[in-house]
C-alpha cells in the first residue's frame, strides 16, 4: 500500500491506539472467556433443543441483531479518508486560526463524501448534490468544514429543511423512487418554492453527477467569518478546488455505470489512494470586509446565492492532500460526527438562518444516531487537541476522570482552571465574534432575500451549448417522470423567469404549450451583476471556440 510510505501524523498516531489486529488470537467471548467451537449451539441431547444456558449463542446472536444504528437523515451513503491540510501562507490578518497562520503546520483532517437523498445501500452516480465534509483535526480543537459540492442550497432557512428532505426522499406510502430527483414530490416542492430554483439549475446541469469525488469542487456555501488578533471580522466563503479538475459524467454513462458498478465513485476514490495516486484540492477564500456587507444586490446571509467571482476572485490560501484510507468502514466513515457549529478561534459564524438550524441539527442527530452525548469520545472524532471539562457520564463513557470533583470553578482540587479569567492567558481561546444585534422577534424572511431568479439566469448564461442541452434534456428526464401536469406547467412557469429559450426547450419537450414572458428581473440587475453576466457569455462563448478548436486538432 502506497499509503504506508507516508509518515503517519498525530491523528494516525493517536488511531494507531485503539486499533486492534485479531489474526491469529483465539476465538473469547466479548468477556475474554476462550471458546473452542462456534459453529455449534449447546443442545439437550443430538436433536434436542437448543439451552438459553448457552451463552457464547446468546452473546453471538445478540450482537448481530444490534450490529446496525440509524443510518443519517441526509447524506447516507458516503466514502471517506484521511489525509492532510497546510496553508500556503499565514492568513493572520484575516484569522487566529493557527492552522491557518502556520504554513510549517501539518494538520490533519477526514473527508466524507456522500450523496444526499439516497440511502446507505443506493448507486453513487445518481443526479443528486454530493457532501464533502472535512474534519480538520487542529491544535486548537476540531474545525468541520461541512459543504457541498454546489455553492448554492435549495432553501434559504433552516426551518424548511424538514420539508425539502421530506419532498426529496422517495415518496411516503411506497418509498419510490430510491434516490432519484424524477418524482411529483420534489417538482411540487419545486414549483411552491421559487428559492429552490438557482439550486435547481445546478441540479440539473453536469455538476450533480460527477465523475469521481476527486474531481469535485467543495463549497462551505454559507457565509462565514474570520476573525483576527485585534478582534475583527472579515466575511468569507469557502471553497474546495480540485486539482485533477472539474469532471462530470454524461447521462448516458450514469445510466450505464449504476447497473455496471453501483460503488463507482467509492471505489475509485478508494482505488486511487491505494494506489498512490493522492487526490488533492486548493482551499480557497473568497474574502469581503465587513464594509462591504451591503455592497451587493443579494444577501451575504442568503444561502441561495453566490458571490459571483467576477466581482470576488477566490484566492488559493492552502491545499489538502488524501492519503490513507480508514481501516474500518463503520468505526471511521460511519462514526464519524460532523457539525457546523464545530469551529476553532478565529472562524466564526453569521445570522444565515439556514446555518444557524445547521448549528442545532447535527449535534441534535448524532445524540440518536450515535447513542447519547458521548460520540466525541469515539476515534474518528476525537479531537487532538486535548479535552479537559467537567462533563460527565451517559451512555457509552470511555473515560475514567480522577477527580473527586466534577465542577468549576473549584477550590478543593482545583479543576479546570479557565483560560483567561482565572489564569490571565487568553491565547488560543475561542472569543465569539462581539456582532451588535438589535431587533424586535419576527417570523419573516427579509426583503433582501426575494430575488429567486437573478442568479439562475447567471448561471444559465455561463454554461456553453452542450451544457445547455444537458440542462434541458435532464429537465426532460425528470420532469418527463412527474405524473401531475400542474405540477410540470408551474415549473416550466418559473423557468419562463430564468430564461425563455431554455422555458421553451423544455415545455416543447413535454409537450406543452410555450409559455410567454421573459426573465423576471431583466432590467433590474445591478451594473456588476449585469457584468458578470456579459462576462460569463464570452466565457461560454470561448468554451465553444476551444471545442471546436479541440475537434478540428483531432481531425
Ligand atoms: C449531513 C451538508 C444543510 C442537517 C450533512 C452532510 C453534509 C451536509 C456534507 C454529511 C456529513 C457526513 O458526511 O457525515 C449540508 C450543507 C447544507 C446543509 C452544505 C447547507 C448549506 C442542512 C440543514 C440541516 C442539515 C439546513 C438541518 C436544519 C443535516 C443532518 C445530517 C446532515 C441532520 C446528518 C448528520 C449526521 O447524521 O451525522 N449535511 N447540509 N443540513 N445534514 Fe446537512
Known amino acids: 500500500r502506497h499509503e504506508d510510505a507516508v509518515e503517519k501524523d498525530e491523528k494516525q498516531r493517536q ?35 437448543t439451552l438459553l444456558e448457552d451463552f457464547h449463542f446468546r452473546e453471538k446472536i445478540m450482537r448481530f441483531d444490534h450490529e446496525r ?34 504554513p ?19 448507486a453513487d452516480t445518481v443526479r443528486d448534490v454530493r457532501g464533502f465534509a472535512t474534519k480538520f483535526y487542529t491544535r486548537q480543537g476540531n474545525y468541520d468544514l461541512v459543504g457541498n459540492n454546489m455553492p448554492v442550497f ?18 411516503p406510502h411506497n418509498e419510490i423512487p430510491q434516490a432519484q430527483s424524477a418524482h411529483d414530490t420534489l417538482w411540487d416542492f419545486v414549483q411552491c418554492q421559487p428559492e429552490t430554483l438557482h439550486f435547481v439549475m445546478w441540479l440539473m446541469s453536469d455538476r450533480a453527477i460527477p465523475r469521481s469525488f476527486r474531481m469535485m469542487q467543495g463549497f462551505g456555501v454559507h457565509t462565514f467569518r474570520l476573525v483576527n488578533a485585534e478582534g475583527r471580522a472579515t466575511f468569507v466563503k469557502f471553497h474546495w478546488k480540485p486539482l485533477l479538475g472539474t469532471h462530470s459524467l454524461v447521462w448516458d454513462e450514469v445510466l450505464r455505470v449504476q447497473g455496471n458498478d453501483p460503488d463507482f465513485n467509492r471505489r475509485d476514490l478508494w482505488d486511487a489512494i491505494e494506489r498512490g495516486a493522492f487526490p488533492e484540492w486548493e482551499l480557497g477564500l473568497q474574502i469581503v470586509p465587513e464594509s462591504d456587507e451591503h455592497a451587493f444586490d ?56 439556514l446555518l444557524q438550524a445547521r448549528n442545532f441539527s447535527y449535534f441534535d442527530t448524532q445524540l440518536i444516531r450515535l447513542g447519547g452525548p458521548n460520540f466525541a469520545q469515539i476515534p474518528v472524532n476525537q479531537p487532538v487537541a486535548p479535552v479537559h471539562n467537567d462533563n460527565r457520564d451517559g451512555y457509552h463513557q470511555r473515560m475514567i476522570h480522577q477527580s473527586g470533583t466534577s465542577y468549576s470553578i473549584n477550590s478543593i482540587s482545583g479543576g479546570c482552571p479557565m483560560s483567561g479569567v482565572v489564569s490571565g492567558d487568553f491565547s488560543g481561546v475561542f472569543q465569539h465574534y462581539q456582532e451588535r444585534v438589535d431587533g424586535r422577534k419576527i417570523r419573516k424572511r427579509s426583503p433582501s432575500f426575494e430575488d429567486h431568479y437573478s442568479q439562475a439566469t447567471l448561471f444559465w448564461n455561463s454554461m456553453s451549448f452542450w451544457e445547455k442541452r444537458h440542462i434541458v434534456n435532464a429537465f426532460l428526464f425528470e420532469l418527463g417522470h412527474v405524473e401531475r401536469r400542474n405540477i410540470k406547467e408551474k415549473v416550466v412557469g418559473h423557468l419562463v423567469h430564468i430564461d425563455h429559450e431554455l422555458a421553451t426547450q423544455v415545455a416543447l419537450g413535454l409537450g406543452m404549450p410555450v409559455p410567454a414572458g421573459g426573465p423576471a ?8 451583476l449585469s ?25
Open 298 to 353: 443579494f444577501d451575504l446571509l442568503d444561502p441561495t446565492k453566490i458571490i459571483p467571482e467576477e466581482i470576488v476572485p477566490v484566492r488559493p490560501v492552502g491545499r489538502m492532500t488524501l492519503n490513507r484510507n480508514p481501516e474500518n468502514f463503520f468505526a471511521e466513515t460511519e462514526q464519524v460526527a460532523f457539525c457546523t457549529a464545530n469551529v476553532v478561534p478565529g472562524i466564526d459564524f453569521t445570522n444565515d438562518p
Open 104 to 122: 510549517s503546520l501539518v494538520t490533519p483532517v477526514f473527508v466524507r463524501f456522500s450523496t444526499v437523498a439516497g440511502s446507505r445501500g443506493s
Open 154 to 171: 435549495p432553501i434559504q432557512d433552516g426551518i424548511k429543511f424538514l420539508d425539502f428532505v421530506h419532498a426529496v426522499k422517495p415518496e
Open 69 to 102: 444504528i440509524p443510518e443519517r437523515v441526509v447524506h447516507a451513503r458516503g466514502s471517506g479518508a484521511y489525509g492532510q491540510f497546510r496553508v500556503y501562507e499565514s492568513l493572520a490578518e484575516h484569522t487566529v486560526a493557527d492552522f491557518l497562520c502556520d
Open 15 to 49: 488511531l494507531d491506539q485503539h486499533r486492534v489486529d485479531l489474526q491469529g488470537t483465539r476465538l473469547t467471548t466479548d468477556q475474554g472467556v476462550l471458546i473452542d467451537d462456534t459453529d455449534n449451539s449447546l443442545q439437550a441431547g443430538e436433536r434436542g433443543p
Open 521 to 528: 428581473n431583466h432590467g433590474k440587475a445591478s451594473p456588476a
Open 531 to 555: 457584468q458578470a453576466n456579459s462576462a460569463r457569455e464570452t466565457i461560454a462563448t470561448r468554451k465553444i471556440a476551444i471545442l471546436v478548436t479541440d475537434a478540428t486538432d483531432a481531425g
